[in-house]
């Protein structure tokens, strides 16, 4: 039972750990900002405004041991949400369990042994979902086989990678989509293991009991239920004929879960109490595919970074199943059941010729080169959205049910969630660089950073395991900055595709509704101004949870806009300089990770100093109401949050946005 945590500092997410711990939590599960995730040091000038944001900043193992400091990581089931930086992650963990047993007078090598946690490590789901990778996907491949061939015989009780297909889920995976390209990714780590030679064959089941999975459990009950037997199901077959494993207990599909958080709704978020509990029991009552572990997402988790006492609300959920209930104590209840059988044999069959079709592609790691992956999840979302606005899929208190009596819980916004303190990424680049000069001021110190930062190039240059030069480099006080920066030397980094040239958007609508009438808003605004009406869509900082802007840039373009969307991780200089080259009429940004604050403000100040002061700017993302007033009074035109849905609405907006910054008449707004 785990809640993921992790914010500010190093201390701060300690002192939430041991509270955490002792209301009854039986693991961790750390969340790292988005420099740490991505591979940079707080005093980045890509890390502006991400600190300690979206968790925790872990820059070298000073951060790392003070993280844990008095939780014995010996006796700890440690889940790590990483992934580019898992090797390096996972580095600094290691050393910290060294130091805590030196400390206690132990062997450190016995605690290593005994070490027990997971690191994410799925760097396909980065490149179709969240966004949080770095290097290209064949060294990010090499990465992971390293890890996985260094932990089975170094530290046999840690999962190296746990495949993860929530985020697939949260991009617009459709069910079938979720199980297929999760067993892809499988397979793509399997087989690279198998032919990096660094595991006997007779040793491979040893690497798949030690894979483990990390998925999405949504509000459709039966189904997600169903895909879980489905998953369990195909794991079981693929393990079997594809890698020979005979062992069933190694066969055995290990997951965990957190449940669906694209639907929870800033509107109305107490009904996301129930979705939760709804989604919990998918992935529990069917003991023949009962998840392992599960961490809830809290109530407010649309409004901004939930509180302590939000997250032992959701800890309390499943205590309260677990504890008060009789629904651990039973068989599999739906054994034999006619209706679920069919269900998961349907999703079997559609994930096998979706795997098929990702094979004959060349793998995983094709399909995201190609761009094939990114463009079928763009085009699932799209339908998703579609149906909601139509009414088709009901999500209450949002498209139906929407008249509410005042909510105690949201009564005082600016007290219903987390805020990090503004000091926290000042605090962390000071400490960052006093770090390293304290380090270079000693020249022994000195020369052993410098050392194991070339040997982890010089090997990252061969084929030798780098999970060697990565424990000398965290020993050796190298930051993560450096030991990204290292790689990224050797290995470059990567622009993945952004599905959205390619994918299928709303397309076709009828005369008259609502898509058809803001096709004549754009073109008549068109008209007036004699060009094609140009909309920039951009994602300033760290954030690459991309789905929202990637929906927006869909559907502008089915509107009739020229859409520029150059992808993620661009700077505010990078997005001012797009915007005056390709002379658009409107910049929309989209940040989640709560850095608004910081970067809005800069792309408005780098417009005006470009001279470029009238093209309107419009925010969306996970933005409180007195942020909101700030970013207007700032100079923002609109600002659009999780409530505000209705894409053709939205479409709308801009135009009269454009024609208003370019002193036209306002037109007739779109339809509701």
């Not at 900055?481 to 993945?496: D, S, T």
């Not at 009739?560 to 080259?581: C, D, H, K, M, S």
């Not at 209705?646 to 910054?661: F, K, P």
Request: charged content about 25%; some cysteine; overall charge negative.
């Amino acid at each position: 039972m785990r809640t993921y945590a992790g914010h500010s500092s190093a201390a701060a997410s300690n002192a939430l750990y041991r509270r955490n711990l002792s209301k009854g939590q039986t693991g961790l599960s750390v969340a790292f900002d988005l420099p740490t995730q991505t591979g940079y040091d707080p005093d980045h000038v890509l890390a502006r405004g991400e600190v300690g944001k979206v968790g925790v900043p872990i820059s070298h193992i000073g951060d790392m041991a003070a993280l844990f400091d008095a939780i014995p990581l010996r006796e700890m089931n440690t889940s790590m949400t990483i992934n580019a930086t898992a090797m390096w992650m996972l580095a600094l963990y290691q050393v910290a369990a060294e130091r805590q047993a030196e400390a206690a007078g132990e062997d450190p090598a016995a605690w290593v042994h005994d070490l027990a946690g997971t690191t994410q490590n799925d760097i396909i789901k980065e490149y179709l979902s969240r966004g949080t990778y770095v290097f290209p996907p064949a060294p990010s491949l090499r990465l992971i086989t390293d890890m996985v061939t260094y932990t089975v015989r170094e530290i046999p009780k840690w999962n190296p990678i746990n495949i993860c297909s929530y985020h697939l889920q949260e991009a617009g995976a459709t069910p079938v989509q979720e199980i297929a390209y999760a067993m892809s990714t499988a397979v793509a780590v399997l087989d690279a293991v198998r032919d990096s030679g660094q595991v006997p064959p007779e040793e491979l089941a040893s690497v798949v009991a030690r894979i483990s999975f990390f998925v999405n459990a949504g509000v459709r009950f039966v189904e997600e239920m169903c895909k879980m037997r489905a998953f369990v199901q195909l794991w079981d077959e693929l393990t079997r004929e594809r890698y020979g494993v005979t062992d069933a207990k190694a066969r055995r599909f290990r997951y965990g879960v957190q449940v669906n958080s694209l639907g929870l709704t800033e509107a109305q978020p107490e009904n996301n109490v129930q979705r939760i509990v709804l989604e919990m029991l998918a992935v529990t009552l069917s003991k023949d595919a009962r998840a392992r572990a599960i961490q809830l997402p809290a109530w407010n988790e649309a409004l901004g970074l939930p509180r302590p006492w939000d997250q032992q609300w959701s800890l309390r959920m499943q205590q309260v199943l677990a504890y008060e209930s009789d629904l651990l104590e039973h068989e599999d209840l739906f054994e034999g059941s006619v209706v679920v059988e069919a269900k998961v044999a349907e999703l079997v069959a559609g994930a096998k010729a979706e795997m098929a079709r990702v094979e004959q592609m060349g793998g995983a790691v094709a399909a995201v080169e190609s761009g094939y992956m990114k463009s079928a999840l763009v085009a699932s979302h799209a339908e998703r959205r579609r149906r909601i606005e139509t009414g088709e899929a009901v999500i209450v208190g949002l498209n139906r049910f929407e008249t509410t009596e005042p909510n105690p819980l949201t009564a005082d916004l600016d007290t219903a969630i987390q805020t990090v303190d503004a000091d926290v990424e000042r605090h962390a680049s000071e400490a960052v660089r006093a770090w390293r000069e304290t380090r270079d001021a000693d020249p022994e110190r000195r020369a052993r950073a410098a050392a194991a930062m070339e040997r982890l190039r010089a090997d990252a240059a061969t084929d030798v395991n780098l999970m060697a030069a990565s424990l000398e480099c965290a020993r050796a006080e190298v930051t993560t900055g450096e030991w990204a920066a290292a790689l990224r030397e050797q290995f470059g980094e990567y622009r993945a595709p952004t599905g959205v040239t390619g994918s299928v958007g709303v397309g076709s609508s009828e005369p008259g509704d609502a898509l058809s009438h803001v096709r004549e808003l754009v073109a008549r605004t068109g008209e007036e101004l004699g060009e094609k009406l140009r909309i920039l869509v951009g994602k300033p900082g760290l954030d690459g949870h991309s789905n929202g802007a990637e929906q927006v840039a869909v559907r502008a373009r089915d509107a009739g806009f020229e859409v520029v969307y150059q992808g993620i991780r661009l700077t505010p200089e990078q997005i001012v300089a797009a915007a005056v080259a390709e002379d658009v009429h409107l910049v929309g940004l989209s940040i989640l990770s709560g850095s608004h604050m910081e970067l809005v403000p800069e792309v408005l100040r780098g417009l005006r100093e470009a001279g470029a002061g009238d093209v309107p700017v419009i925010v969306g993302g996970i933005i409180p109401e007195s942020d909101a007033g700030a970013l207007r009074a700032a100079g923002v035109a609109m600002v659009f949050t999780p409530k505000d849905f209705g894409l053709n609405d939205i479409m709308a907006e801009m135009v009269g946005v454009i024609r208003t910054a370019r002193g036209l008449a306002p037109l007739e707004s779109a339809p509701a």
